[in-house]
């Protein structure tokens, strides 16, 4: 009986009977020659930077739009509590701060990673996209583990008007609030990201990948808006989604994981959200 070791099941083979990729030649060109024209610090550093501000940024836009068309707001999780131009200021000055005087040293220690345990740079040793997602998915479920334990943790009376009540601050969530926090929230979660990079980094691909899917998931929870059928990590079992973390803001308990929702099930800190969705669907039957 043949077995899954064969070459003919192998996923390259597989591959094989997929189109080929249309932009990868061009994405080799231009990563070539960014590792030909730029030192290691400067990719590690620097061009992970402009990547996290255009990540950031460019998912920012979509709800930045939204708060100025009429039709989306029937999409709008707390519709009662529009944005205003003073709490996105606000929010915005807290950013620029936090991503260059706490974030930044931090990506610039990613540098000082990739020489000491000789993370590539180049192109011919890229995994295959297919690793780098598996990767990525890692990173997700080990930060979803360290945020949702030290989330709760600081929800605890006697730290949470010290550090996570900056987080708060806006009880009706949109994009730019994902990485609005407390200096020392900033690091303590933040540490969640590094731990998956640690672990299971085999290139540099992996620090760029996973930040563009962390930043497009926790803006997405935190915009303020379901639009479910639009929003490709609906895919994925277990997904918490904009209407998990919108009700942690709202309720300000409960809901503490970042992206999935298991653990929140597991401990039973999803009660009090399950009974207010609950009794909103129980209110919508009856007035039909």
Not at 28 to 52: C, D, E, P, R
Request: hydrophobic fraction near 45%.
């Amino acid at each position: 009986m043949e077995n899954f070791t064969d070459p003919v099941f192998s996923s390259d083979h597989l591959l094989n009977y997929l189109p080929e990729n249309p932009i990868k030649e061009y994405f080799a060109n231009a990563w070539i020659y960014m590792t030909k024209n730029y030192t290691k610090f400067q990719i590690a550093t620097w061009g992970s930077l402009i990547v996290h501000e255009l990540v950031y940024f460019a998912a920012c836009a979509p709800g930045i739009i939204f708060q100025f068309l009429p039709f989306m707001k029937r999409f709008k999780l707390q519709p009662n509590r529009p944005e205003t131009f003073d709490g996105q200021w606000k929010c915005f000055r807290l950013l620029m701060f936090n991503h260059f005087c706490i974030q930044l040293p931090l990506i610039a220690g990613t540098y000082l990673f990739t020489e000491f345990f000789q993370i590539p740079y180049g192109w011919d040793e890229m995994p295959p996209w297919y690793n780098i997602a598996l990767r990525v998915f890692g990173c997700a479920v080990i930060e979803d583990t360290w945020h949702y334990f030290l989330h709760w943790a600081l929800h605890d009376k006697r730290v949470y008007k010290h550090i996570h009540k900056v987080h708060h601050h806006f009880q009706a969530p949109f994009g730019m609030t994902a990485e609005y926090a407390h200096p020392a929230e900033t690091l303590i979660l933040g540490m969640g990201f590094f731990i998956g990079i640690l672990l299971l980094a085999n290139h540099v691909i992996l620090l760029w990948a996973w930040v563009t899917v962390r930043l497009l998931e926790t803006i997405d929870v935190h915009s303020g808006y379901d639009v479910p059928y639009l929003n490709v990590f609906h895919l994925f079992p277990f997904y918490g989604g904009a209407r998990f973390h919108d009700f942690h803001h709202l309720n300000f308990t409960g809901n503490y994981a970042s992206t999935f929702t298991w653990w929140d099930k597991i401990f039973g800190t999803d009660k009090q959200f399950k009974e207010h969705y609950a009794k909103l669907e129980d209110k919508k039957s009856k007035s039909q």
